[in-house]
């Protein structure tokens, strides 16, 4: 928790007032049984009601304002909290956002998600209980050993060497309670994980009639996290009613010794009695400890989880230079690419040039390396060896958002977002007009479907756009792209499910703006209209040049070429 102090720095105003009213509970508390003691040793045993009167309209007064103070304390302890969560949830969203992809490989999509609400709650309640509970604990025990020793040295001896003890058997509880409620929380991700999942999965999950594997699969997860759990809150559980039995000896002693000392006359019977009084305050406070030990345990889980995200260096901006692409031509000079963490050479010793404003096709086998050419473009991996220029400007020295601002990708999977269809493809473009969306949506060849949509461009696309065709979602992810007006656009198989008439509207369009196009494909019909093919095969590029010139250099192009040509014809007789 220390770690998140800088969260609390906001906040300092209002946990201070929240501090001094559980003070304020807290020694009405440790006045209680020294008033108590007053009234039976000058009231009770002497018979004097007027001191009784007296003293329990102080207690009555005091009790009250003990009350008032616990109520505006938890007003506050609830604000700060809450704050306080918010804030941390906040930055590790900002935090992930600016993520690298070889960092967001290291958490599982479903562990930031617990992270940033299961996580995130433990640190919330933990803060609560700490301005409500936790440190009133701690401090009753102290102050209701100083309040002994002031009313009796001699009976509250006891402590001195029980408390110890006890504070040694917690530190151990709370080590131990931390690494089980560590393990909670992992299992916590994996039954999020599966949930998820089989939320985003739910239809394939039907489709092969696997419900009953996958309720076996989240069985299996539920099983291991109540598992967990219940181990983590039985060894907590176990080890409290130690700490009591240890505190009820002490009193028993205390009663003893009393007993011995009312018989000498040394002791007063108030006397004993505010002592166990103050034997039965600790008591309480340590079975709030179960509580307590199980919060800070947990939290502790919890807190370190969240550093995890929180300390992850940002992505180093090496330079800041910003440039303008004029033309758009791009160069690859020896580039060779592995993914960070693994040993596989995906892109090996790559060098081409795409002139400004040409349309090129790369093609290649599944696995090829097609995929990690069009990441490096926009700097979401960084080369191993080479250099990537555009404009005769190496990518490594520029500014990251003004490289990506003048880039239009469009990711093998059409990614779309809850919201209107204006609204996703003004995501491409925040200050793009209607009209430049409009231009956009018909160049992608999407126009029509819109208009033919319910409520047009406003029509809500449902999340991940379960109500549109895998057609319907990869054009639309291309006018997001082309709302942007790049001067690179990067099409990563996304005409693939477009009839050819509509694919080859829909790259004649292309040819309209005024930008250098890469487009992975499949489709000769595709690669055909390109100014040129690159081909690659397990990361290097094998052939270069044109539809006509790679049939006559390239024996694999020339092999694909007639496999999709017999294809053509088997389908053109089955129609027939
Ligand atoms: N994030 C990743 N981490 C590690 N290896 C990866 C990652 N993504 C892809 N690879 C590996 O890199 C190689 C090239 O993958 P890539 O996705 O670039 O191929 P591709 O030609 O686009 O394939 P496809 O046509 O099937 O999409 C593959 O062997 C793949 O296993």
């Given at each position: 928790?220390?770690?998140?102090?800088?969260?609390?720095?906001?906040?300092?105003?209002?946990?201070?007032?929240?501090?001094?009213?559980?003070?304020?509970?807290?020694?009405?508390?440790?006045?209680?049984?020294?008033?108590?003691?007053?009234?039976?040793?000058?009231?009770?045993?002497?018979?004097?009601?007027?001191?009784?009167?007296?003293?329990?309209?102080?207690?009555?007064?005091?009790?009250?304002?003990?009350?008032?103070?616990?109520?505006?304390?938890?007003?506050?302890?609830?604000?700060?909290?809450?704050?306080?969560?918010?804030?941390?949830?906040?930055?590790?969203?900002?935090?992930?956002?600016?993520?690298?992809?070889?960092?967001?490989?290291?958490?599982?999509?479903?562990?930031?998600?617990?992270?940033?609400?299961?996580?995130?709650?433990?640190?919330?309640?933990?803060?609560?209980?700490?301005?409500?509970?936790?440190?009133?604990?701690?401090?009753?025990?102290?102050?209701?050993?100083?309040?002994?020793?002031?009313?009796?040295?001699?009976?509250?001896?006891?402590?001195?060497?029980?408390?110890?003890?006890?504070?040694?058997?917690?530190?151990?509880?709370?080590?131990?309670?931390?690494?089980?409620?560590?393990?909670?929380?992992?299992?916590?991700?994996?039954?999020?994980?599966?949930?998820?999942?089989?939320?985003?999965?739910?239809?394939?999950?039907?489709?092969?009639?696997?419900?009953?594997?996958?309720?076996?699969?989240?069985?299996?997860?539920?099983?291991?996290?109540?598992?967990?759990?219940?181990?983590?809150?039985?060894?907590?559980?176990?080890?409290?009613?130690?700490?009591?039995?240890?505190?009820?000896?002490?009193?028993?002693?205390?009663?003893?010794?009393?007993?011995?000392?009312?018989?000498?006359?040394?002791?007063?019977?108030?006397?004993?009695?505010?002592?166990?009084?103050?034997?039965?305050?600790?008591?309480?406070?340590?079975?709030?400890?179960?509580?307590?030990?199980?919060?800070?345990?947990?939290?502790?889980?919890?807190?370190?989880?969240?550093?995890?995200?929180?300390?992850?260096?940002?992505?180093?901006?090496?330079?800041?230079?910003?440039?303008?692409f004029?033309?758009g031509?791009?160069?690859?000079?020896?580039?060779?690419?592995?993914?960070?963490?693994?040993?596989?050479?995906?892109?090996?010793?790559?060098?081409?040039?795409?002139?400004a404003g040409e349309m090129?096709?790369?093609?290649?086998?599944?696995?090829?390396?097609?995929?990690?050419?069009?990441?490096?473009?926009?700097?979401?991996?960084?080369?191993?060896?080479?250099?990537?220029?555009?404009?005769?400007?190496?990518?490594?020295?520029?500014?990251?958002?003004?490289?990506?601002?003048q880039i239009g990708?469009v990711?093998?999977?059409?990614?779309?977002?809850?919201?209107?269809?204006?609204?996703?493809?003004?995501?491409g473009n925040?200050?793009?007009?209607?009209?430049e969306?409009?231009e956009a949506a018909k160049a992608a060849?999407?126009?029509?479907?819109?208009?033919?949509?319910?409520?047009?461009?406003?029509?809500?696309?449902?999340?991940?756009?379960?109500?549109?065709?895998?057609?319907?979602?990869?054009?639309?992810?291309v006018a997001?792209a082309l709302v942007r007006k790049p001067k690179l656009l990067l099409l990563?198989?996304?005409?693939?499910?477009?009839?050819?008439?509509?694919?080859?509207?829909l790259l004649a369009a292309l040819r309209c703006y005024s930008c250098t196009t890469l487009l992975?494909?499949?489709?000769?019909?595709?690669?055909?209209?390109?100014?040129?093919?690159?081909?690659?095969?397990?990361?290097?590029?094998?052939?270069?040049?044109?539809?006509?010139?790679?049939?006559?250099?390239?024996?694999?192009?020339?092999?694909?070429?007639?496999?999709?040509?017999?294809?053509?014809?088997?389908?053109?007789?089955?129609?027939?």
């Open positions: 928790m220390l770690k998140f102090r800088s969260f609390l720095k906001p906040y300092r105003f209002p946990m201070s007032i929240a501090l001094l009213l559980m003070l304020i509970e807290l020694a009405v508390e440790l006045i209680h049984p020294l008033l108590m003691a007053k009234i039976i040793d000058e009231g009770i045993l002497k018979e004097d009601l007027s001191v009784v009167m007296q003293w329990g309209g102080i207690m009555v007064g005091i009790s009250l304002l003990a009350f008032a103070s616990g109520m505006v304390n938890s007003f506050y302890a609830a604000h700060v909290s809450q704050s306080f969560g918010f804030d941390i949830r906040k930055q590790i969203f900002i935090k992930v956002q600016s993520f690298s992809f070889e960092n967001l490989s290291r958490f599982p999509a479903a562990s930031l998600i617990t992270r940033m609400t299961n996580d995130i709650t433990q640190l919330q309640n933990t803060l609560f209980m700490g301005l409500r509970i936790m440190l009133r604990s701690p401090l009753l025990i102290i102050g209701s050993i100083i309040m002994s020793f002031i009313v009796s040295p001699a009976l509250a001896g006891i402590f001195v060497v029980v408390i110890p003890l006890i504070v040694l058997l917690l530190i151990w509880i709370m080590k131990r309670g931390s690494r089980y409620f560590k393990r909670v929380q992992s299992k916590l991700d994996k039954v999020n994980d599966v949930l998820r999942e089989n939320l985003i999965g739910m239809r394939l999950v039907k489709a092969y009639v696997r419900r009953d594997h996958e309720g076996k699969r989240f069985s299996h997860a539920t099983n291991s996290l109540r598992d967990s759990t219940v181990n983590a809150l039985r060894m907590i559980e176990t080890s409290m009613p130690i700490l009591l039995f240890i505190m009820n000896i002490a009193i028993l002693f205390i009663l003893w010794n009393g007993h011995t000392h009312v018989i000498n006359g040394s002791v007063q019977v108030g006397e004993v009695v505010a002592i166990v009084n103050y034997g039965f305050r600790v008591t309480s406070a340590l079975s709030m400890f179960s509580f307590i030990v199980m919060f800070l345990s947990r939290s502790h889980a919890s807190a370190s989880r969240i550093s995890e995200v929180l300390d992850i260096e940002n992505d180093r901006q090496k330079y800041e230079d910003t440039y303008t004029t033309e031509n791009v160069v690859f000079d020896q580039v060779s690419f592995t993914y960070p963490g693994t040993n596989q050479v995906v892109l090996n010793d790559l060098s081409f040039t795409v002139n090129i096709a790369v093609m290649g086998g599944t696995g090829s390396g097609k995929s990690s050419l069009f990441q490096l473009l926009p700097r979401l991996y960084e080369v191993n060896s080479g250099k990537i220029s555009i404009d005769n400007i190496a990518i490594d020295s520029m500014n990251l958002k003004n490289l990506r601002d990708f990711p093998q999977e059409a990614v779309l977002f809850s919201g209107t269809v204006k609204e996703n493809i003004a995501w925040e200050h793009a007009t209607f009209e969306i409009i060849q999407i126009h029509e479907t819109i208009e033919a949509l319910p409520n047009k461009y406003e029509t809500i696309i449902g999340q991940k756009g379960v109500n549109l065709s895998g057609g319907q979602k990869q054009r639309l992810s997001r990563d198989d996304s005409t693939s499910a477009l009839d050819v008439k509509t694919e080859s509207k992975i494909t499949q489709k000769i019909s595709t690669a055909q209209g390109a100014h040129k093919i690159l081909l690659l095969e397990d990361g290097i590029l094998i052939g270069e040049g044109s539809h006509d010139q790679l049939r006559k250099t390239s024996p694999l192009y020339e092999k694909i070429y007639h496999s999709q040509k017999m294809e053509e014809l088997i389908d053109v007789q089955a129609t027939n």
